[in-house]
């Protein structure tokens, strides 16, 4: 394990390469948007939404995936305050025991703000036996979830004819290699996305769901997409300071709620990351036994390469709080996937990369790396 010269980005994400001088490509692509023009891709925008007049009959101009949270209450006034479009906002509810508080308060400030929100609520059941068998078998509950999460915008925009769909993507952390260098603000390979597993639905089946069963789980065919010309735009390319940070104090100013509780039980220092739920971080702790890495070093990340925080500040924030994870969370997510704390931590510990950490005999999990430095 290596990390990058300039800020604590491991090697060890996926499809990560370092450049012969030891920085990662988020720092290289940071380094190439600190002169943009952002003025001139405002117009460039423009230009482009101006092939996507609004259908007749409707009252929608785009499509915009919501959680209420700080990445979608920013791009919804965004895109009305600025572009000055009236978007259809589509919020895929998850079920009351996974759904927080704060999630419900946040979708109900997005509707006091004046937008129309459009919900889907996929069947609880099979949504819990996805989740579990997802976590058993990859560790990972989130996997069938975040395909539920994002099909669910696509074909929301295909049976409303609304073509035009926006996402805010952070620009740095985005894979290179599923980037058009002539339209970089183009993201229709959302379906080949790492996490998304190409819309792949045969593990759901080999756990026994049916197809019925799982029309909230798969993406439309390329046809329908193609068929209803489809084009999926993102915003982060277009909006300056478009990272966490930004975000969150753009929302919070417009009434999102943020986290209360502390950083050494979530592993969010701001508070302000998938607000909507709290399982979140658990998987948060389980990637960063798989790779070395959380959500703390995402957000240091971006705070060193603006210039808000030193690399050796960033690694005592790091090291502190990067993989926490309270109790608590692992305990409800337990009872709602009908599994024991043992259990849980059978699984967890299977997924550990031996590597990166050991295992002690009492079952405490050491990490063998030092944050900024490696192995
Ligand atoms: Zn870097």
């Not at 926490?324 to 024991?340: G, K, L, T």
């Given at each position: 394990?290596?990390?990058?010269?300039?800020?604590?980005?491991?090697?060890?994400?996926?499809?990560?390469?370092?450049?012969?001088?030891?920085?990662?490509?988020?720092?290289?692509?940071?380094?190439?948007?600190?002169?943009?023009?952002?003025?001139?891709?405002f117009?460039?925008?423009?230009?482009?939404i101006?092939?996507y007049?609004?259908?007749?009959?409707?009252h929608?101009?785009?499509?915009?995936?919501?959680?209420?949270?700080?990445?979608?209450?920013?791009?919804?006034?965004?895109?009305?305050d600025?572009?000055?479009?009236?978007?259809?906002?589509?919020?895929?509810?998850?079920?009351?025991?996974?759904?927080?508080?704060?999630?419900?308060?946040?979708?109900?400030?997005?509707?006091?703000?004046?937008?129309?929100?459009?919900?889907?609520?996929?069947?609880?059941?099979?949504?819990?036996?996805l989740?579990?068998?997802?976590?058993?078998?990859?560790?990972?509950?989130?996997?069938?979830?975040?395909?539920?999460?994002?099909?669910?915008?696509?074909?929301?925009?295909?049976?409303y004819?609304i073509?035009?769909?926006?996402?805010?993507?952070?620009?740095?952390?985005?894979?290179?290699?599923?980037?058009?260098?002539?339209?970089?603000?183009?993201?229709?390979?959302?379906?080949?996305?790492?996490?998304?597993?190409?819309?792949?639905?045969?593990?759901?089946?080999?756990?026994?769901?049916?197809?019925?069963?799982?029309?909230?789980y798969?993406?439309?065919?390329?046809?329908?997409?193609?068929?209803?010309?489809?084009?999926?735009?993102?915003?982060?390319?277009?909006?300056?300071?478009?990272?966490?940070?930004?975000?969150?104090?753009?929302?919070?100013?417009?009434?999102?709620?943020?986290?209360?509780?502390?950083?050494?039980?979530?592993?969010?220092?701001?508070?302000?990351?998938?607000?909507?739920?709290?399982?979140?971080?658990?998987?948060?702790?389980?990637?960063?036994?798989?790779?070395?890495?959380?959500?703390?070093?995402?957000?240091?990340?971006?705070?060193?390469?603006?210039?808000?925080?030193?690399?050796?500040?960033?690694?005592?924030?790091?090291?502190?709080y990067?993989?926490?994870?309270?109790?608590?969370?692992?305990?409800?997510?337990?009872?709602?996937?009908?599994?024991?704390?043992?259990?849980?931590w059978?699984?967890?510990?299977?997924?550990?990369?031996?590597?990166?950490?050991?295992?002690?005999?009492?079952?405490?999990?050491?990490?063998?790396?030092?944050?900024?430095?490696?192995?």
């Open positions: 394990m290596k990390y990058c010269l300039t800020c604590l980005q491991p090697n060890t994400r996926v499809n990560e390469q370092f450049s012969e001088d030891g920085k990662c490509s988020s720092c290289i692509n940071f380094e190439l948007t600190r002169n943009v023009n952002y003025l001139e891709r117009d460039l925008l423009k230009e482009i101006a092939k007049p609004r259908k007749k009959g409707s929608f101009d785009c499509i915009i995936g919501v959680s209420g949270g700080k990445d979608s209450t920013r791009q919804a006034i965004w895109v009305r600025k572009l000055k479009l009236n978007p259809l906002l589509v919020c895929l509810s998850y079920p009351p025991e996974q759904v927080s508080e704060l999630g419900v308060k946040n979708i109900s400030n997005l509707i006091h703000l004046g937008f129309d929100v459009l919900f889907s609520g996929p069947a609880p059941g099979t949504w819990k036996k989740m579990r068998h997802a976590f058993l078998t990859f560790s990972n509950w989130a996997k069938s979830t975040e395909m539920a999460l994002y099909s669910s915008v696509p074909k929301t925009a295909i049976a004819k073509p035009l769909i926006f996402i805010g993507e952070n620009q740095s952390l985005r894979d290179r290699k599923t980037i058009d260098p002539e339209k970089p603000w183009e993201y229709n390979n959302l379906i080949s996305m790492n996490t998304l597993g190409g819309g792949d639905l045969t593990w759901m089946r080999d756990a026994g769901i049916s197809d019925v069963e799982l029309i909230s798969g993406f439309p065919d390329k046809s329908e997409v193609n068929a209803a010309g489809l084009n999926v735009i993102d915003l982060g390319w277009f909006i300056d300071n478009w990272d966490n940070l930004g975000n969150a104090m753009f929302s919070t100013s417009y009434g999102i709620h943020i986290r209360e509780d502390k950083a050494e039980n979530t592993g969010d220092p701001l508070g302000v990351s998938a607000l909507d739920e709290d399982w979140v971080t658990l998987n948060q702790m389980i990637k960063f036994l798989k790779f070395g890495f959380g959500k703390v070093t995402d957000y240091m990340n971006e705070d060193i390469r603006a210039g808000r925080i030193s690399r050796e500040k960033a690694i005592e924030i790091v090291e502190k990067d993989g926490a994870c309270s109790d608590q969370y692992i305990e409800s997510f337990c009872q709602y996937i009908e599994i024991s704390v043992t259990q849980f059978e699984v967890v510990h299977k997924s550990v990369n031996k590597s990166l950490f050991e295992i002690t005999p009492d079952k405490k999990i050491l990490k063998k790396f030092k944050v900024g430095f490696g192995l």
